[in-house]
């Protein structure tokens, strides 16, 4: 505690009247209120009344001597009914203390010097303990190391729990408290360990990743003394600061005016502690069953407007209700129902699950994350089987005119090779697709929907490099990570703000990225079939559809999801099969009983209610449905009757088509799932579009020969396909 100069109080305090504010005698150690009086203020008669009503013994005798110095005799005074006022000030009888207490003023000077550079203070017995065990040094080393502000008087804090534990000599239980901090209180053998571990891990470790010998053991422990050192925060001073200071040698801690926190010999890190929850009632050793896979949430440095991918997706959904403004009745002919569901779903900003009102608010989630990859994805393949050809082209001009007002028009699409003196533009009507195609691929995630991927894996370097941080120090229940900027990826947009997550704990999260795993699937098989037959480019586009590739990748996840699922409920099972079978009848009995207990205070309402419940538990049953908590709802459940909900086939019967088609369309997608019934239903969507959609594949050469299609079709002199 910092004590004032008794001439340099506050004004405010009044002897005798202020009830809220108290300050403490550096002489005597002595709770005294003085009233805010100035070095050469003289000293009253009144004031001396009101001490004397204070019933302050120590103070007061200290000032009655004084004042005996001076030849005022106080008692005779008070009890006269003409007194006379002392002739003296406030600043003689300042003069006189510390003559009176010259070591403790000594130590006072001391300690106010320390308080004054920023440094916490630290009482006599404590400097002494530290010095008979050859660590003053060390000690001094992380005094000068901490930051200034209200850390100081958290971590004064510390070091007079410590006193109060070296003077404790009634072996009496103490507990040290910070309101929403920290609350333990120590039993005498406790105590012991607090001095010993004091000694101990004071700056015993050169490397930040030592830590770990002793994170579970002592730092995750609510009665030691690295646990309170762990848990203590304030404001610019976050949870793990103060004790990585005191153990690691050559340590600075910046405090809240440094983009980073802790500086290891000269290595800049930030501190992200996810150990400690909200509800953990300040014990440690509860908070340290928190989620290991929480993301980290960045600062003002990693506000999402920082970054040229957050102004490449409010572009893109720019773009998206532009085109759909112009082409409103057409839209969904024009790119079809799959992609045209998922466009409605990416601009749109009334509905809370729409992607566009998240952008707008500064929230991108997992799920509408996905969705806008889907989005990116469809979008590149349906200008790839729009587009004019495979060269760099231009397919829009600008007219400008001394007194006219630029115009862009759309022209033909000509290279630049192509562009030589004299040579004729044609313009085009603005009803031609060329417009969407222009203004979809000048968005970069179109051209290239790993771009968007490739955008958020940098993003974590240039917040780095833009913080000036070398790593982070992340405190999570299982240890003590160093991570750099390489080892992050943005888990999410919350808050206007990226969150980023270890790589190493998403690697099982990796495979729940459809839009990535559909598109790398779709690329490859054009890539693939491009290498057989080049002269076909267009026409392999147009018959491999990116969505064929969307529902096999999902119904995989399904097949996933179930399983899991069902896993799940056979431990379930298990568990609860093992409880029943170590239970007495006594205890069966009982808890029947207390079965029919709540039912029978069940209201109607209710009973109805959990009538309810139940039958929606037996019908859930029934279904096959994917994990909606991760997919978001763009995509309709599947059931039974119809496993892919929303193709052209839907209303197909399938004995309306060709059966040699559909038996080779079977043939076919079974390179997109293993599900007979899937494989039926892309088939039929396709022969819905085209009747003779598998045939024409095949005579382009786009079918696997280990199909042997031979042995369905023939193809005759007249170029018409016939069933033998």
Known sequence: MQYPHLFEAEPKLNIGRDKEVVMKDPFINDILKVGGKKKNEKISIQELKDLEKASKSNYKNSLTDFLKSKGYDT?????????????????????????????????????????????????????????????????????????????????????????????????????????????????????????????????????????????????????????????????GLGRGEVVMSYIIKDTAVSGGGESFELKVGGIKYEIKEYVVSGDCNQNIEKCATKSELGAIRLGTGGKVTRFEFWENIQESIRVAKKIARKHKKDLEEIVGDYFYKVWMKVIDDENQDGIATGVNGGELPKGKM?????????????????????????????????????????????????????????????????EMMTDLRAIPYIRDPENLTKDLDNAPVQYFEHEGLDAFIVFRRSGVFIAHAEDFKVSTISQAAMTLIEKKLAEDKEDKDLAKRSYEAWKKSIED??????????????????????????????????????????????????????????????????????????????KEKQRKREKERRDAKKKTSKNESFYPSLFNNINERNILIGGKGDNTNPKDVNQRELKLGRKVEAEHSKNPKIRKEIALDHLTEDPEYYTKLDDAG????????????RRPLNDKYVVK
């Open 75 to 235: 008692e005779k005074e008070l009890s006269s009914d003409d007194p006379k006022e002392p002739n003296a000030t406030w600043g003689e009888f300042w003069n006189y203390e510390t003559k009176q207490h010259e070591e403790k003023t000594k130590q006072y000077r001391e300690q106010e010097a320390a308080s004054k550079n920023g440094q916490p203070i630290v009482p006599q017995i404590v400097l002494d303990f530290y010095a008979e065990n050859n660590k003053a040094e060390d000690l001094q080393a992380f005094l000068a190391s901490t930051p200034g502000g209200e850390s100081i008087d958290r971590i004064s804090y510390l070091f007079e729990y410590t006193e109060q534990i070296l003077t404790n000599e009634d072996n009496k239980s103490l507990r040290f408290r910070i309101s929403g901090v920290v609350d333990v209180t120590l039993n005498k053998q406790e105590q012991e360990k607090w001095l010993d571990d004091a000694i101990k891990y004071l700056k015993i470790f050169a490397d930040v990743e030592d830590v770990n010998s002793i994170y579970t053991s002592e730092i995750l422990k609510q009665n030691s003394l690295l646990g309170v050192m762990f848990m203590l925060k304030a404001a």
């Open 370 to 434: 996905m969705t806008l990859k889907m989005f990116y994805v469809l979008a590149h393949a349906f200008s790839e089987e729009k587009s004019d050809g495979d060269a760099e082209q231009y397919t829009t001009a600008i007219l400008k005119g001394p007194n006219a007002k630029p115009e862009t028009v759309l022209i033909e699409p000509i290279t630049v090779d192509e562009l030589n003196p004299g040579k004729t533009l044609e313009v085009k009507s603005s009803e031609d697709l060329t």
């Open 529 to 606: 079939a491009k290498k057989d037959n080049p002269e076909a480019y267009k026409e392999i586009l147009k018959m491999t559809k990116v969505e064929d590739f969307i529902m096999g990748e999902l119904e995989k996840d399904v097949i996933v999801a179930t399983k899991k699922k069902a896993e799940q409920k056979d431990r379930e099972r298990d568990r609860e099969r093992e409880r029943r079978k170590n239970m007495t009848e006594e205890e069966k009995e009982l808890e029947r009983q207390k079965d029919r207990d709540r039912r029978a205070k069940m209201t109607p309402e209710e």
């Open 702 to 713: 786009l079918v696997d020969e280990n199909l042997n299609t031979k042995k369905i079709f």
